[in-house]
């Protein structure tokens, strides 16, 4: 299993430019999740999917836009990029098999994006 | 407001000492968490978990204990070996989807 997986790894944009962050599992989980991870402060949830063809805003939705048009994917969108979303992005996964509330989450290795 | 705070930034130990990360959190009504180990240019890594109805709670080389009287929350590892150096940050859930996670504390082991 490759468990979860992102690409691309790192990625530089001018301000104003689009782009498309992939998600992927092999572990059939329902849900999966968009966190961005800026220094000195936690993980901030950007959007969450429950399922395939579900989405829904977290913390920190602006700015980005998520599909989910197969389970094993979570796709995150930046139309316009800012300075402000220089980050790093990850994407998570968690079972369906207990409450959400008591799901472990998997997280993939991350994005590096720089946005000038 | 909520919060999920780490007490130190850093923390140094002698390999082979144990090691205790602490967390102070402020939502009472939490009843799940979690820390996490995350090693330099990786995605965080679950170590642990407890519940609410627990105050300790035991696994391979890490205990973490929950004092919901002053609501902490720590790490303990013991023996700490050379990849044990990471950051540790704990995360609370309070219900559904919303998981609040702390900035972290960053673990150096000296040889």
């Known amino acids: 299993n490759a468990g979860v997986t992102q690409t691309p790894k790192f990625r530089v944009l001018k301000t104003g430019q689009s782009m498309t962050l992939l998600c992927a599992q092999d572990?059939?989980?329902?849900?999966m999740y968009w966190y961005r991870q800026d220094p000195g402060m936690g993980l901030r949830l950007i959007h969450y999917?429950?399922?395939?063809?579900?989405?829904a805003k977290g913390e920190v939705p602006d700015g980005y836009n998520v599909s989910r048009l197969k389970k094993q994917n979570f796709l995150l969108g930046l139309e316009s990029a800012a300075p402000s979303q220089t980050s790093v992005y990850f994407c998570?996964?968690?079972?369906?098999?207990?409450?959400?509330?008591?799901?472990?989450?998997?997280f993939g290795p991350g994005t590096r994006l720089t946005v000038l | 407001g909520e919060s999920v705070g780490l007490h130190l930034p850093t923390l140094s130990v002698q390999e082979g000492d144990n090691s205790i990360i602490n967390c102070a959190y402020s939502n009472s009504a939490s009843d799940y968490f979690i820390w996490y180990k995350q090693e330099s240019g990786k995605g965080p890594q679950f170590i642990i978990d407890?519940?609410?109805?627990?105050d300790k709670r035991q696994g391979q080389r890490v205990t973490v204990l929950l004092n919901k009287t002053v609501k902490h929350l720590s790490l303990q590892i013991a023996a700490t070996q050379p990849g044990d150096s990471a950051v540790y940050f704990c995360a609370e859930n309070t219900g559904g989807f919303k998981t609040i996670f702390g900035a972290g504390t960053r673990l150096f082991v000296k040889a």
């Open positions: 407890i519940r609410s109805n627990m």
């Open positions: 999917s429950v399922g395939e063809g579900t989405t």
């Open positions: 572990m059939n989980h329902e849900y």
């Open positions: 998570a996964s968690s079972y369906t098999d207990r409450p959400v509330s008591y799901n472990e989450q998997f």
